[in-house]
């Protein structure tokens, strides 16, 4: 696909999720494709939204502001939260998909109210030995009811990264299917752009995907 324009590679892409959701079973429109613009320009954005794309991600909030300021789509915010930063990301964007922490639920919680919204959100887990991030597997029903203590916040299901080692891929999305059967909500956001299949066969409902759609990310400043 080098050398294809956004909208070619979002086609094919989308083509390819529909084939292999309807593979496993599933209904591919209960597959959503969340387009992580990380590392690339705004024009990146611009050409994903015209070709479609309704829901886009970011991880830094900085980054972000000035990249997704009026962009006509469903902004989600997949970064760590800073507990110093909340106001500005719920001022940003309209999902957070990493709330991994009771701290975290609190302080965007505070921030709805006074901006007057209801934010919806996602509880991370860790399903990875490798990843920083993420409510442990055992603790996340707990946190789950804290987010559902808070009128502020509505939780809509949980997101997880996947592990780096393939051959724990599957067992690992077939554990936050589990905790997400027993969380509840909508959305099972799982699946990069190196796993989403499998995530599509657990039951991922959203796959956030840069690489797969933009290319490599240019090298960090
Ligand atoms: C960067 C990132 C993605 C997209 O990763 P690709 O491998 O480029 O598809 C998805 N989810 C999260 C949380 C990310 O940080």
Same mark, same amino acid.
């Not at 590679?9 to 999720?17: F, G, I």
């Not at 996947?162 to 599957?170: A, I, T």
């Given at each position: 696909?080098?050398?294809?324009?956004?909208?070619?590679?979002?086609? /094919?892409?989308? $083509?390819?999720? &529909?084939? =292999?959701?309807?593979?496993?079973?599933? !209904?591919?429109?209960? @597959?959503?494709?969340? %387009?992580?613009?990380?590392?690339?320009?705004?024009?990146?954005?611009?050409?994903?939204?015209?070709?479609?794309?309704?829901?886009?991600?970011?991880?830094?909030?900085?980054?972000?502001?000035?990249?997704?300021?009026?962009?006509?789509?469903?902004?989600?915010?997949?970064?760590?939260?800073?507990?110093?930063?909340?106001? /500005?990301?719920? $001022?940003?964007? &309209?999902? =957070?998909?990493?709330?991994?922490?009771? !701290?975290?639920?609190? @302080?965007?919680?505070? %921030?709805?109210?006074?901006?007057?919204?209801?934010?919806?959100?996602?509880?991370?887990?860790?399903?990875?030995?490798?990843?920083?991030?993420?409510?442990?597997?055992?603790?996340?029903?707990?946190?789950?009811?804290?987010?559902?203590?808070?009128?502020?916040?509505?939780?809509?299901?949980?997101?997880?990264?996947?592990?780096?080692?393939?051959?724990?891929?599957?067992?690992?999305?077939?554990?936050?299917?589990?905790?997400?059967?027993?969380?509840?909500?909508?959305?099972?956001?799982?699946?990069?752009?190196?796993?989403?299949?499998?995530?599509?066969?657990?039951?991922?409902?959203?796959?956030?995907?840069?690489?797969?759609?933009?290319?490599?990310?240019?090298?960090?400043?």
């Amino acid at each position: 696909m080098t050398g294809a324009t956004i909208a070619q590679r979002y086609a /094919a892409l989308r $083509a390819e999720v &529909d084939r =292999v959701a309807a593979q496993a079973g599933r !209904d591919p429109s209960s @597959v959503r494709i969340l %387009a992580v613009t990380k590392g690339h320009p705004a024009s990146a954005v611009h050409e994903a939204v015209a070709a479609g794309i309704a829901d886009v991600g970011e991880n830094y909030l900085q980054e972000a502001r000035a990249k997704l300021a009026g962009v006509a789509a469903r902004k989600h915010f997949i970064g760590h939260v800073q507990t110093n930063k909340a106001k /500005a990301i719920v $001022a940003a964007f &309209d999902v =957070v998909q990493s709330v991994d922490r009771v !701290d975290a639920a609190r @302080v965007l919680a505070r %921030a709805a109210e006074s901006l007057g919204k209801r934010l919806p959100v996602l509880v991370q887990l860790n399903i990875s030995p490798v990843e920083r991030y993420g409510v442990p597997l055992d603790a996340a029903r707990e946190l789950a009811e804290q987010v559902r203590a808070q009128p502020a916040l509505r939780l809509d299901g949980v997101m997880a990264i996947g592990p780096v080692e393939r051959s724990d891929v599957e067992r690992a999305f077939e554990r936050a299917r589990e905790a997400f059967g027993l969380i509840g909500g909508e959305t099972l956001s799982l699946g990069m752009s190196g796993d989403w299949r499998e995530a599509v066969r657990a039951g991922s409902t959203m796959i956030r995907l840069g690489t797969a759609l933009f290319g490599p990310r240019p090298a960090h400043r």
